[in-house]
């Protein structure tokens, strides 16, 4: 049963300091998406990736987020410095796109951060 | 402003009885639409997705959606509600993105359906 990971699923840190999240996508899929969801805003697309290249991150916050694929099997969000109000659940997805096919997208469980 | 509305935030049935759950949306062109469940402390899950043709999609768990083009909507359905149902509920339209070949998915702000025994 191939499920999208992520590590940490809690993180609780104080304001200043960098936080690293941690995605591994199905295996095969060749599409990452990361989102933040929060109580006031609800599910925001932060950033995805296609094939490993950034196409879309302008719903992030570019001045301390950060996002990442070192390689197929991982990719990284990272908030440096953060803040209080970064705190949310932060999710990462998953898919296959050829051309002409629809994501369909597969969620992790989510890293819940909390930012004293 | 491309958007995407689920104007309940709650949705309270019996067991046993039909639900819907709304979604009305604001876009240009012909839309992807999907729909998502969360459970607690879970991630979403796929549902179901409308592209083109039948007007009517039938997704897993026993949902199905109706796209309805004139009134911008694609309302989630199931003929008789399980108390298991009882979940978090996105609506979410894909739209084309700023750059050519790439997309942008926008949420609802998520129904709660609450399924009574």
């Known amino acids: 049963d191939a499920r999208v990971t992520q590590t940490p699923r809690h993180k609780v840190t104080e304001m200043g300091q960098e936080v690293t999240m941690r995605c591994q996508p199905i295996?095969?899929?060749?599409?990452v998406f990361w989102y933040r969801q929060t109580m006031m805003q609800g599910l925001e697309l932060l950033a995805y990736?296609?094939?490993?290249?950034?196409?879309?991150d302008s719903g992030m916050p570019k001045d301390r987020f950060s996002a990442e694929m070192p390689d197929a099997t991982l990719a990284t969000l990272k908030i440096q410095p953060s803040e209080p109000r970064d705190s949310a659940v932060y999710f990462c997805?998953?898919?296959?796109?050829?051309?002409?096919?629809?994501?369909?997208?597969?969620f992790g469980p989510g890293t819940r951060l909390t930012v004293l | 402003a491309q958007s995407v509305a689920q104007p309940e935030d709650q949705v309270n049935v019996a067991e046993g009885n039909p639900l819907t759950v709304k979604c009305t949306y604001s876009v240009s062109g012909n839309p992807y639409l999907f729909w998502y469940v969360q459970y607690p402390n879970r991630g979403l899950q796929f549902l179901l997705k409308y592209i083109t043709g039948d007007n009517l999609v039938k997704g897993s768990y026993g949902f199905e959606a109706e796209f309805n083009k004139s009134q911008t909507s694609f309302h989630l359905k199931k003929p008789s509600a399980l108390v298991s149902d009882s979940a978090l509920y996105f609506c979410?339209?894909?739209?084309?993105?700023?750059?050519?070949?790439?997309?942008?998915?926008?949420f609802g702000t998520g129904t709660r359906l609450k399924v009574l025994a």
């Open positions: 997805a998953s898919g296959f796109r050829l051309a002409g096919n629809t994501d369909t997208q597969y």
């Open positions: 295996l095969g899929h060749n599409t």
């Open positions: 990736f296609r094939n490993r290249a950034p196409l879309d």
């Open positions: 979410a339209v894909r739209l084309q993105g700023s750059t050519s070949g790439t997309y942008k998915y926008i």
